[in-house]
């Protein structure tokens, strides 16, 4: 942690140097408990988005690998043989244990790095929807948070209400034509997938 837990240069500096070094976890950490203390500090909280972001692409890199190794890894590779020859396919049938613990561990790192994909996802777009919510008299703030939702957390439900809180605080900003084609095109997907592919409502609890 920083020396001083509420300066956000020092706190910016230290996540620089953990991301440097491979970190990014800890960066974000570090973030994370500078934002405990500072709740509204836009700064930290477009420092720790950015973050997210690296660990999206991070761990989308590392989820494809283990999953090109698992694709590719078959046992007739481990000797060089033509998985279409006769004596390929014979090798290819034979799962030994080699084989079998290469592709266990491929897929253990797939798995881990899908579940850390997942949460940078959702903690980028826990963090844009706190951007827009302290700065309501931002139209790139709330533009930012629905398009997040919508191209890079693909969740459409999320997207089309942030859009539609869009147009009605912003309707004549310059991104409101944009905005518009998309909630239409959001719709219309929604509708074409029919009812059972759209998520219900959450009910209200009651008791």
């Known amino acids: 942690m920083a020396e001083n837990p509420r300066d956000l240069t020092a706190v910016t500096d230290l996540a620089t140097k953990l991301q ?20 509204r500090s836009v700064e930290a909280l477009n420092q720790l988005a950015a973050l997210y972001q ?5 761990q ?6 283990a999953l090109a190794e698992l694709q590719t ?25 080699i084989t079998q613990a290469i592709a266990t561990q491929a897929e253990q790192r797939y798995a881990e790095a899908a579940s850390r994909l997942q949460s940078a996802v959702q903690g ?3 963090t844009y929807k706190k951007l827009a919510d302290l ?15 919508d191209q890079q957390a693909r969740r459409p439900q999320v997207a089309i209400a942030a859009y539609e809180r869009f ?21 219309k997907a929604q509708a074409a997938a029919g009812p059972e592919q759209v998520p219900k409502k959450a009910q209200p609890k009651t008791g």
């Open 167 to 187: 147009l009605r605080r912003f309707p004549d900003d310059s991104f409101a034509p944009d905005v518009r084609r998309r909630l239409r095109d959001l719709k």
């Open 60 to 65: 989308a890199l590392a989820a494809q690998a």
């Open 135 to 149: 700065q309501p008299d931002d139209p790139t703030a709330l533009f930012q948070y629905a398009q997040y939702a």
């Open 73 to 97: 890894r078959v046992p007739g590779d481990l000797f060089g043989l033509d998985p279409n020859t006769s004596l390929g396919r014979a090798v290819s049938s034979y799962q030994d244990p």
């Open 20 to 39: 440097s070094e491979g970190r990014t976890q800890e960066a974000i950490e570090t973030y994370k408990s500078f934002l405990a203390l500072q709740p």
């Open 54 to 58: 690296s660990q999206v692409q991070e």
């Open 124 to 126: 980028a777009l826990d």
